[in-house]
């Protein structure tokens, strides 16, 4: 079947511009996350997701961060006021309750 | 708080020798253990999981990994290495009733044909 999908794929954007980060979760998965994967910092969570509200989301990492989701479905990632330092690439999973999380593609942000 | 190391950068072995992958993790209560392997370009893909049970669990692609609480380590093994299996190797954690994934620095597999 089909499995977690992002877009876009690559987003290069002018430092201070905004910019939505999209994730598409696998079918019938309950539970849906963001990370974040740079170099410095390896892998790090930022936002859980159970049906439309977010239970945890204390690894977003300033108020510049926002994720909504709606329908049980898609979420959407933003990021105001874009820094150098926002570049990484975001990654998105979802999983069936609590069992293992299955992870989309990715989208590479690239601040300039 | 929950945590993994994984003590090497790169893991260099000949095609056909056995493959090992180190973790060692630190949470509260029981936990729950995760195995992603990454591609160049490509996001994370589960390998295998240690819930409860039997401390060997087998995974995909001929993985598999041995949970060991006493020394507190989840180390991947695959008995003969591949040339494909070059790519970056994740252990994670997650305490019980705890959704987020604690991920481990990673470790590069290189298999030397």
């Known amino acids: 079947g089909a499995g977690v999908s992002q877009s876009p794929s690559n987003k290069v954007t002018e430092k201070g511009k905004d910019v939505e980060l999209r994730c598409d979760p696998i079918?019938?998965?309950?539970?849906l996350y963001w990370y974040r994967q740079s170099l410095g910092q390896g892998l790090e969570f930022l936002i859980y997701?159970?049906?439309?509200?977010?239970?945890?989301k204390s690894g977003l990492p300033s108020d510049r961060f926002s994720a909504e989701r709606t329908g049980g479905s898609v979420s959407t990632l933003t990021i105001q006021r874009t820094q150098q330092e926002d570049s990484a690439v975001y990654l998105c999973?979802?999983?069936?309750?609590?069992?293992?999380?299955?992870f989309g593609p990715g989208t590479r942000l690239t601040v300039t | 708080a929950q945590s993994v190391a994984q003590p090497e950068d790169q893991v260099n072995v000949a095609e056909g020798n056995p493959l090992t992958v180190k973790c060692t993790y630190s949470v509260s209560g029981n936990p729950y253990l995760f195995w992603y392997v990454q591609y160049p370009n490509r996001g994370l893909q589960f390998l295998l999981k240690?819930?409860?049970?039997?401390?060997l669990v087998k995974g995909s692609y001929g993985f598999e990994a041995e949970f060991n609480k006493s020394q507190t380590s989840f180390h991947l093994k695959k008995p003969s290495a591949l040339v494909s299996d070059s790519a970056l190797y994740f252990c994670?954690?997650?305490?019980?009733?705890?959704?987020?994934?604690?991920f481990g620095k990673g470790n590069q597999v290189v298999v030397i044909p």
């Open positions: 994670a954690v997650r305490d019980y009733g705890n959704n987020r994934l604690a």
């Open positions: 999973a979802s999983s069936l309750g609590q069992r293992e999380q299955y």
């Open positions: 997701f159970q049906g439309n509200s977010a239970p945890d």
């Open positions: 079918s019938g998965h309950t539970a």
């Open positions: 240690y819930i409860t049970g039997d401390n």
